[in-house]
């Protein structure tokens, strides 16, 4: 279908355990609710969004060098990610999927900022892109 936003979903919602932010997609509860009924420019800002929060977040704590690298591990170990993410987001998927199996994160093209093996980058990473995506739902209900 022409014009098709894919949902940003990577399927661990974690609100349905009871989170009003997604642990998975920083989206909150609502916004998972009503993302089928949002027009497609609408999509395609929250996904612009959600990416731009990755990215701020993860940059904080390491830097991509190889592009190039990331992709390829992504497209090995056959972590999904879409053709316009950022890199640095895509890293983040990485971190998500693979922490417990990288042990040299420069093989995948990422340098950390802290001497932080995968598993505590991503714990970092996981817990403030936790409190970021609930910032980021106060800042969208008070604007409703």
Same mark, same amino acid.
């Given at each position: 279908?022409? =014009?098709?936003?894919?949902?940003? /979903? *990577?399927?661990? /919602?974690?609100? +349905?355990?009871?989170?009003?932010? /997604?642990?998975? /997609?920083? #989206?909150?509860?609502?916004? *998972?609710?009503?993302?089928?009924? %949002?027009? +497609? ?14 990215? !701020?977040?993860?940059?904080?704590? %390491? ?16 972590? &999904?990610?879409? !053709?316009?993410?950022?890199?640095? $987001?895509?890293?983040?998927?990485? %971190? &998500?999927? =693979? #922490?417990?199996? *990288? &042990? !040299?994160?420069? #093989? ?10 995968? !598993? ?8 403030? %892109?936790? #409190?970021?995506?609930?910032? &980021?739902?106060?800042?969208?209900? $008070?604007? +409703?």
């Amino acid at each position: 279908m022409s =014009g098709r936003v894919v949902s940003p /979903c *990577i399927g661990v /919602c974690s609100t +349905t355990v009871g989170d009003r932010v /997604c642990r998975g /997609c920083q #989206r909150y509860d609502d916004e *998972i609710r009503d993302w089928p009924a %949002l027009e +497609t420019s609408q999509r395609q800002a929250r996904m612009v969004a959600l990416d731009a929060l990755r990215v !701020e977040v993860a940059a904080r704590h %390491l830097r991509v060098v190889d592009a190039a690298a990331l992709q390829a591990q992504l497209d090995r170990h056959r972590i &999904r990610y879409r !053709e316009d993410q950022p890199a640095m $987001s895509r890293a983040v998927e990485l %971190l &998500r999927v =693979g #922490r417990g199996r *990288i &042990r !040299e994160l420069s #093989r995948y093209g990422l340098v950390p900022h802290a001497d932080l093996d995968a !598993e505590a980058l991503h714990r970092r990473l996981a817990d403030e %892109l936790g #409190r970021a995506g609930e910032a &980021r739902r106060q800042c969208l209900v $008070s604007v +409703t």
